[in-house]
């Protein structure tokens, strides 16, 4: 059980167009969703908290009209990068947190990640 | 402020144990982790902590939190190929929604 899937793994895009990346808990709903942005050989940076049905929580620093994201239903959260520009190519990775929490710990299940290239 | 530093290379040889250390600057930590990162995958929880207990062993892992110096380490018992990988320390505090990473610590198996 437990397991977050990531639509596509791997996209290439021209510079100025825009990308949708899916995530999606399989078995479980997920009331909170993160999405990670990850550079070569760097840790995982928190770009968002995406909630069920309320506007996502973005950290400082990142750009929420640059990385949309829509949290529509319990199993589906989005982020898209508009307007993307070779800066941006990085390995996105999200997370679904299921609403029940286990002993109260925070667990996170983490999808695959997607690998954006940008050109 | 949030941080957790961890040093970003080890290399053993197989059989011998790794041991992976971390260090973190929040004591308000509720849960330590580690989790796993092969090549171009996403990360797989390992193992946890919670922050009142020292020790917690599952077969070939052993996690040792020292509380009072925000220290902890992850002991790969007779280490094999498929442990080759990155290994994430994080913490998340109490409270809070987030689990603070750190940078990983990339783990390299000699023959």
């Known amino acids: 059980g437990a397991v977050v899937s990531q639509h596509p793994s791997w996209v290439i895009c021209k510079s100025g167009t825009s990308v949708k990346i899916e995530c999606r808990s399989l078995d479980f709903q997920a009331t909170t969703m993160f999405w990670y942005r990850q550079f070569p050989k760097q840790s995982l940076m928190l770009m968002a908290t995406?909630?069920?049905?309320?506007?996502?929580?973005?950290e400082q620093g990142v750009e929420k009209d640059k990385f949309l994201i829509n949290h529509a239903s319990l199993t589906l959260s989005t982020l898209t990068v508009t307007s993307a520009h070779p800066e941006d190519s990085s390995f996105y990775i999200c997370?679904?947190?299921?609403?029940?929490?286990?002993?109260?710990?925070?667990?996170?299940?983490f999808g695959p990640g997607t690998r954006l290239t940008v050109l | 402020g949030e941080d957790v530093e961890q040093s970003l290379f080890l290399s053993v040889r197989e059989g011998d144990s790794s041991v992976i250390n971390c260090t973190y600057t929040?004591?308000?930590?509720?849960?330590l982790y580690w989790y796993k990162q092969e090549p171009g995958a996403g990360l797989q929880l390992l193992t946890y902590?919670?922050?009142?207990?020292d020790m917690k062993q599952d077969q070939r892992l052993t996690v040792l939190l020292n509380k009072k110096d925000k220290h902890l380490s992850l002991r790969i018992a007779d280490t094999q190929t498929g442990d080759s990988a990155i290994y994430f320390c994080a913490e998340s505090i109490t409270g809070d929604d987030k689990i603070i990473f750190g940078k990983g610590t990339r783990l390299h198996i000699l023959p």
């Open positions: 929040d004591s308000s930590s509720t849960y």
């Open positions: 902590i919670f922050s009142n207990m």
């Open positions: 997370s679904a947190r299921p609403p029940v929490r286990a002993g109260g710990r925070d667990e996170q299940f």
């Open positions: 995406s909630n069920e049905g309320s506007k996502a929580t973005y």
